[in-house]
């Protein structure tokens, strides 16, 4: 993508957020500058992958649900912000293969573990993706936690970007994509109520 583009949608999701919800970014500085980066948010609405798209200083490309790739203007922003379709009622080996040659050309690949849209605000189950891929490859996850997208309430909607989880390769064995898992639901949820009992350890960036 071309600084003008990138320039382009980050001023509009910053109209639109900061600008209009007043979000909130924290941990900014916890987020590698370089190499390949796994990042998993938690999914609570379709203004997510805008929030994460202002809120990180690198180009995410989302995995997103094929769905959103039949309206061709949805494809259109979609393909334009560099996500790309998944079939979620199958093992999509097209999607993986495109998500592996991402973190190959050491890019960030953004993917939302719960795979649905958690609409009550709290964590859901999280699939194996994210942490197959990360056992694959041996890259680590940087958990992102994101607070008040599902009811955007103005000065109430906040991005928390966490410290990377490291994982080692190994065979992605049910029981160690649960261990990966585990530990990165555990920090988005340690993030998620360090913000509601007001103790956030992560800078706050603007």
């Known amino acids: 993508m071309n600084k003008f583009s990138t320039w382009l949608w980050r001023t509009a999701f910053w109209l639109r957020y900061k600008v209009g919800y007043g979000l909130k970014v924290y941990g900014r500085d916890n987020f590698p500058m370089e190499g390949p980066v796994i990042v998993v948010p938690n999914h609570l609405s379709n203004n997510d992958p ?14 997103a649900k094929q769905e959103l ?19 979620r009622g199958a093992i999509d080996k097209v999607a993986i293969r495109h998500a592996l ?21 709290k964590l859901g189950r ?12 041996g890259i680590g996850i940087t958990p992102v936690a994101i607070i008040g997208s599902h009811n955007m309430k103005k000065n109430q909607v906040a991005c928390i970007i966490g410290k ?3 994982v080692s390769k190994a065979k992605p064995t049910p029981e160690a994509i649960k261990e990966v898992n ?17 103790r956030i350890e992560e800078t706050l960036w603007k």
């Open 101 to 121: 040659g991402l973190l190959k050309d050491n890019k960030v690949l953004g993917i939302f573990a719960e795979g649905n849209r958690q609409k009550n605000g």
């Open 126 to 137: 999280f699939h194996d993706g994210a942490a197959s891929i990360a056992l694959r490859t």
């Open 50 to 63: 805008p929030i994460c798209g202002y809120a990180l200083p690198r180009h995410v490309h989302f995995m």
């Open 182 to 198: 585990d530990r990165v639901k555990g920090e988005i949820q340690r993030m998620i109520d360090s913000y509601h009992e007001n």
């Open 69 to 87: 790739f039949v309206n061709p203007i949805s494809r259109f922003f979609c393909t334009w912000l560099g996500a790309f379709p998944l079939n």
């Open 164 to 166: 990377q989880v490291p």
